[in-house]
């Protein structure tokens, strides 16, 4: 496999890229989190092994930047960063699984076989969404609501995404903002009740018949259809 390594340790990055080197994979070093970032958009890797505690740009902020920018090579954080905290930060930025340092190469090599495994599992899902009235088409981000193509930005598309693959799960408005807008939003904000406003518009065909319910005090939930699968 190609490797993208993210280490600014040089004796840890001497160690997994002389260790993988040995397993046969081929590997390229980045020192800083912005060298990284770029890395990981221009190449083309297989995995992506990405310390935290980078000068330049913050791991979890180079993870949540290729998951907005769907590049959704298989990641895996290595930090020392251990706080149970931290780990929840980086699973819900985009990150396939996170180790904390000091790691056993033999468990590193194991991790990476299951992220990998579970990587291609996912590949072969359909990439269309389907609930109701509306067809998401997730490579081609094109979002249809009975038959008709609709114009959504960005973060639009990344809530409708959250809802339908999670049809029927309540999402608190933090839980929004974590997996939409990252970790550096204030929680006090009210984008998120904006943007729900804004998708409403687009999805729905009335006030009453809204396809996302609020749950006072605790956020938001994607209602399918009666009979619907939902994908």
Same mark, same amino acid.
């Given at each position: 496999?190609?490797?993208?390594?993210?280490?600014?340790?040089? *004796?840890?990055? %001497?160690?997994?890229?002389?260790?993988?080197?040995?397993?046969?994979?081929?590997?390229?070093? $980045?020192?800083?989190?912005?060298?990284?970032?770029?890395?990981?958009?221009?190449?083309?890797?297989?995995?992506?092994?990405?310390?935290?505690?980078?000068?330049?740009?913050?791991?979890?902020?180079?993870?949540? /930047?290729? *998951?907005?920018?769907? @590049?959704?090579?298989?990641? &895996?954080?290595?930090?020392? #960063?251990?706080?149970?905290?931290?780990?929840?930060? !980086?699973?819900?930025?985009? $990150?396939? %699984?996170?180790?904390?340092?000091?790691?056993?190469?033999?468990?590193?090599?194991?991790? @990476?076989?299951?992220? &990998?495994?579970?990587?291609?599992?996912?590949?072969?899902? =359909?990439?269309?969404?389907?609930? !109701?009235?509306?067809?998401?088409? *997730? %490579?081609?981000?094109?979002?249809?609501?009975?038959? /008709?193509?609709?114009? &959504?930005?960005?973060?639009?598309?990344?809530?409708?995404?959250?809802? &339908?693959?999670?049809?029927?799960?309540?999402?608190? *408005?933090?839980?929004?903002?974590?997996?939409?807008?990252?970790?550096?939003?204030?929680? #006090?904000?009210?984008? +998120?009740? +904006?943007?729900?406003?804004?998708?409403?518009?687009?999805?729905?065909?009335?006030?009453? =018949?809204?396809?996302?319910?609020?749950?006072?005090?605790? !956020?938001?939930?994607? @209602?399918?259809?009666? !009979?619907?699968?939902?994908?």
């Amino acid at each position: 496999m190609r490797i993208l390594i993210v280490e600014d340790d040089a *004796r840890v990055a %001497d160690f997994l890229r002389r260790g993988l080197a040995a397993e046969g994979h081929f590997c390229v070093m $980045a020192t800083d989190g912005n060298e990284g970032l770029t890395l990981a958009q221009e190449g083309d890797f297989d995995m992506i092994l990405l310390d935290l505690m980078l000068p330049g740009m913050h791991g979890h902020e180079v993870c949540q /930047q290729l *998951r907005m920018n769907r @590049i959704n090579t298989p990641l &895996m954080i290595l930090t020392a #960063m251990d706080a149970q905290e931290d780990i929840v930060d !980086g699973l819900r930025l985009g $990150a396939d %699984d996170y180790m904390t340092k000091p790691f056993s190469f033999e468990e590193l090599l194991a991790r @990476i076989e299951s992220v &990998m495994r579970r990587s291609d599992s996912r590949s072969l899902e =359909d990439p269309r969404l389907k609930a !109701g009235r509306i067809t998401f088409d *997730r %490579d081609a981000l094109l979002v249809e609501v009975e038959g /008709q193509p609709i114009k &959504m930005t960005a973060k639009e598309m990344a809530i409708l995404e959250l809802f &339908m693959s999670h049809p029927g799960k309540l999402f608190s *408005r933090e839980r929004i903002l974590s997996n939409v807008w990252g970790m550096n939003m204030d929680p #006090m904000t009210n984008v +998120v009740d +904006v943007y729900i406003g804004k998708l409403r518009k687009k999805i729905d065909r009335s006030d009453s =018949d809204s396809m996302i319910e609020t749950v006072r005090g605790l !956020g938001y939930r994607f @209602i399918v259809p009666p !009979g619907n699968p939902g994908r």
